[in-house]
């Protein structure tokens, strides 16, 4: 399914994230010790792990909603240090949630449009009114959203209320108001989760797709094995907060602390 | 219609014809990212132009098929219009096809260019490519996907065009010439059949009859270049190649291609077609989803819709008929107008529908009547591929719920001995491609082509088609006996499922009986009837009580007509199991395999005629999981009453 790396149309290129040395704990607990990862630009890039491994803490972590007590974060060759989601947003970095956060009493089209607030430059009271330069603004945000409306292919439901949406759909549409960020970084928070086969196939594609066509570097969190190693480039694996494997699907799925950690092992 | 199309013999002349004279009057819609896009008679020239002379530049020539696959989409339309004005023949495939039912046509036609949607049609090609070596190029329309595509025999359309472009510079006057070259009597098009019935054959159309009877059609219904349409249905079935090109082409009507297979509904509802076609099975999609909405509105609209629901079936056939009506109920017509008939037909996207037909199978009445009691003019068409469609259509004013009316102009109709319809009409095919033999078979030397349907001409001339001719058997007193149109009465009911008639050599008609579970479990809820699971319900009197008086409704249908009088349904029995596809009693498109039934519950059909009261069964049943286990149960056999012929009835 994955093309081959000779065949893509964005080469891998330099690393785009570095994940150095970072520990988080809440209280006693220790949600991450000690990680260190980086991701490079145009790949799909995994973590991994069983459940309570870190790998939403992780996340969280490089989406800024916390703040790890050591270590750093670099982005473009910048350390950021302390940046609040919406600053880690502006600066290309967009996401999509494990359990959703859509606005379930609002169309398709406005869930996916809101995903383009932080371009919009007009003030408020203009865009209300929907006049003058916000009008012109509006079309133009439209035009990105219609397009990825095309792309994830939910024309039927622009003007269906999310929350009447079947899962699997309601997910894609997540994945449409991240990508309306025109991110240069997507996370994907187990975006396979809850789904049924053709779901997952589906969302699979999508996210080649997206890592093809606009040469988005993907960030995904599964524990879903199978699905990661199809369309994984590189493969981090967590366990108990620490790293335990990093590599490529093939070195990953050979690795015996990894094998342990997912099959147990007999003490 | 005023416009002179004398002397413009083919589609590609028709083209030019319109682009000359309405150049600007939209020709095709299709809706992208959102918005309706157009493309005006002109523009669809110059697209058809450049095509054509991409197609030349990579050596399509005269007598060369070009395979089309794709939903409706402008492309797909100009590739048509191109590949003939070269003198060439467009074979329009079913998108929907498997890789492998695709390799024959192209193979029989020893296709040599392909032109395609996107990149699952590409793929679908390439995987058949080593049993197709003849396909030298694939076309795309939609490039997504197929950047890392590396085959040789690949090409974008953008590419094709551009090619076609550069050609045209070089020698402005070919086309023209090509153009000229074309005559009426050229094939246009060939469809293929599918395969159910053996092999797939391809029907070969000429310009000539396409044209002739899409202008019979249209001549008819006064269409013209203000009437829009909806082509959401596959391009490779004859009737959609007729109502999206070949009756746009002889009137100038616009045609509207949907964004997606999913969203027809609403694309429908944004374009406002006014000439409409769908299969029954869609009509009936579409007034399931009303009832079910009416369920959960309010009871305030509930009742307002049942008022003026039962308003219209009583009266709104005749309104729309022309027939007299009372002024208080035409008041009383115009004010449910207002209040439920005009927001549904709204809802259905049909407030502005002139004419809609459906065909192809047949539609019960009362799905018939409830579109036609709220004002939309559904009318009933006969046709096949190999007649260009337009055999027989019901005039305005003229429409019957059991017809397809009488014969369009051009048609001659006629009737073997065993009531084998015949047709004679300019529409005709010329041929099956390549297939001499099955071209005899069905076309005799006086140019009447045998349809293997069976049927007769009824009192007032309109075409009645009740069976296949080889299902058509005889009771024992020689009377007619047309076990499908039987059943097809029968399962008109919700009740009914399925229905099986016996009485081929038999001295009177007996059938099975399916119940429809849903249908029939609901109606026991409602009533308080309590059942232990299928076999239960399927054997309690009650529901025999509810059969019984679907079929007497039948009989009373049936003795109203002369033909059929007799093969009214004596006695019956309610199967205790579904037929199913699993146990071979159906075929996988869900038809009865009536001989096979009858072989396999022999015993039930001699107690039919037996005269037996109840029966023992015990079956054996195949679970899905492939476990077999079996059923036994005590089914009773119980008569229906029959009445006398209408005919005779008057006559007493």
Redesign the interface.
């Known amino acids: 399914m994955a ?1 081959g790396p000779e ?3 964005h080469r891998v290129g330099e690393v785009i994230l570095a994940v150095d040395g970072v520990s988080l704990a809440f209280g006693g607990v220790k949600a991450l010790s000690e990680v260190s990862f980086d991701v490079r630009e145009h790949e799909v890039r995994a973590i991994i792990g069983p459940n309570g491994a870190g790998k939403s803490s992780m996340l969280n972590v490089i989406n800024g909603v916390y703040h790890p007590q050591r270590g750093t974060i670099r982005y473009l060759g910048r350390e950021y240090r302390d940046m609040d989601p919406h600053e880690v947003a502006a600066s290309g970095i967009s996401r999509t949630f494990q359990n959703l956060a859509l606005f379930k009493g609002m169309s398709v089209l406005d869930n996916i449009m809101s995903g383009r607030n932080l371009k919009m430059r007009s003030n408020i009271l203009l865009q209300a009114l929907r006049i003058g330069p916000a009008l012109r603004e509006e079309m133009e945000h ?2 990105v959203v ?2 990825i ?2 792309f994830l ?1 939910i ?2 439901y ?2 269906t209320q999310v929350g009447r949406l079947p899962y699997g759909l309601q997910k894609r549409v997540d994945l449409a108001r991240a990508l309306a960020m025109e991110p240069r970084i997507l996370l994907l928070d187990e975006p396979m989760a809850g789904m049924n086969m053709e779901e997952k196939q589906d969302m699979c594609r999508f996210i080649l ?1 997206v890592n ?2 606009f040469g988005t570097t993907i960030v995904l969190i599964e524990h879903d094995m199978g699905v990661v190693m199809d369309i994984s480039d590189r493969v981090v694996v967590l366990d108990y907060g620490k790293k335990i494997g990093d590599g490529t699907p093939d070195v990953v799925r050979a690795n015996q602390a990894v094998i342990d950690a997912y099959l147990g092992v007999s003490h | 219609m005023a416009e002179d199309l004398s002397g413009l013999d083919t589609f590609p002349k028709l083209l030019l014809h319109h682009a000359r004279v309405r150049g600007d009057r939209p020709a095709i819609r299709e809706k992208d990212l959102g918005i309706w896009q157009t493309w005006s008679w002109a523009r669809f020239a110059d697209e058809v132009r450049s095509l054509a002379g991409g197609l030349a530049a990579q050596g399509f020539k005269r007598g060369d098929h070009l395979a089309l696959v794709g939903d409706n989409r402008p492309r797909i339309y100009a590739a048509m219009c191109a590949a003939q004005c070269l003198g060439g023949i467009p074979v329009p495939l079913y998108q929907d096809a498997v890789a492998a039912e695709m390799a024959f046509p192209i193979q029989n036609a020893s296709i040599t260019h392909a032109l395609v949607e996107d990149q699952e049609q590409v793929d679908k090609l390439l995987e058949i490519l080593p049993q197709c070596p003849s396909l030298a190029h694939i076309y795309y329309d939609e490039p997504r996907g197929l950047r890392h595509y590396a085959q040789p025999q690949l090409m974008s359309c953008d590419k094709l065009l551009e090619l076609g472009a550069g050609f045209l510079k070089r020698d402005a006057a070919f086309l023209d010439a090509e153009i000229g070259k074309g005559a009426g009597s050229d094939t246009a098009a060939m469809f293929f059949t599918s395969g159910t019935t053996g092999a797939a054959k391809g029907v070969v159309l000429t310009h000539h009859s396409l044209i002739d009877r899409a202008r019979a059609a249209a001549d008819m219904e006064g269409l013209n270049d203000t009437d829009v349409v909806l082509a959401y249905l596959p391009p490779a079935w004859i009737g959609q190649n007729i109502f999206s090109y070949a009756q746009p082409f002889v009137t100038g009507y616009c045609i509207c291609c949907p964004e997606s297979a999913e969203t027809v509904m609403i694309d429908m509802r944004d374009i406002g077609p006014t000439y409409y076609f769908a299969p029954p099975r869609v009509f009936e999609a579409l007034l399931t989803q009303v009832s079910i909405r009416m369920e959960d509105a309010s009871a305030l609209k509930r009742s307002l819709y049942r008022y003026f629901m039962a308003m219209a079936r009583r009266i709104g056939g005749d309104i729309l008929d022309g027939r007299q009506v009372g002024v208080l109920d035409r008041l009383m017509y115009g004010l449910g107008n207002l209040v439920i008939y005009g927001p549904l037909r709204n809802v259905l996207g049909m407030s502005r529908v002139r004419v809609a037909y459906t065909a192809g199978e047949a539609i019960g009445p009362d799905l018939f009547r409830f579109y036609r009691s709220i004002g939309i003019n559904l009318k009933q068409l006969y046709g096949s591929t190999e007649t260009s469609v337009f055999v027989c259509v019901q005039p305005n004013g003229q429409v019957k719920a059991d017809t397809v009316g009488p014969a369009v102009k051009g048609v001659e109709l006629s009737f073997t001995p065993e009531r084998e319809l015949l047709i004679r009409s300019p529409g005709l095919f010329k041929e099956y491609y390549k297939n001499p033999q099955a071209t005899a078979e069905s076309k005799d030397a006086q140019g009447w082509f045998h349809t293997g349907d069976a049927g007769y001409v009824d009192a007032d001339g309109h075409l009645k088609i009740i069976d296949r001719v080889k299902d058509v058997g005889k009771l024992a007193d020689g009377a007619l006996f047309a076990p499908k149109y039987l059943e097809n009465k029968l399962k008109f009911f919700p009740y009914i499922k399925e229905a099986v008639a016996f009485g081929h050599g038999r001295d009177r008609v007996c059938a099975f009986i399916n119940m429809d579970m849903e249908a029939v479990g609901n109606w026991a809820e409602k009533r308080g009837l309590p059942y232990a699971g299928y076999v239960d319900l399927a054997s309690r009197d009650e529901v025999y009580a509810l059969m019984r008086e679907c079929i007497e409704q039948v009989n009373l249908d049936l003795a109203a007509e002369p033909e059929l009088a007799g093969s009214q349904i004596q006695r019956f029995l309610i199967l205790h199991k579904q037929l199913e596809a699993d146990d071979g009693e159906l075929t996988r498109t869900s038809k009865v395999r009536r001989r096979h039934v009858g072989e396999k519950y022999a015993s039930l059909v001699d107690a039919l005629y037996g005269g037996k009261e109840v029966i023992h069964v015990e079956a054996q049943v195949r679970y899905e999981d492939g476990r077999t286990g079996s059923i036994s149960a005590d089914l009773k056999i119980r008569d229906a009453k029959i009445f006398p012929p209408a005919a005779a009835r008057k006559a007493a």
Do not use: G, L, N
Request: glycine residues 0%; charged residues 55%; hydrophobic residues 35%.
């Open positions: 093309a065949a893509r149309a439209r035009a219609e397009r409306i095309d292919e024309q039927a622009r003007k797709d093809d066509q």
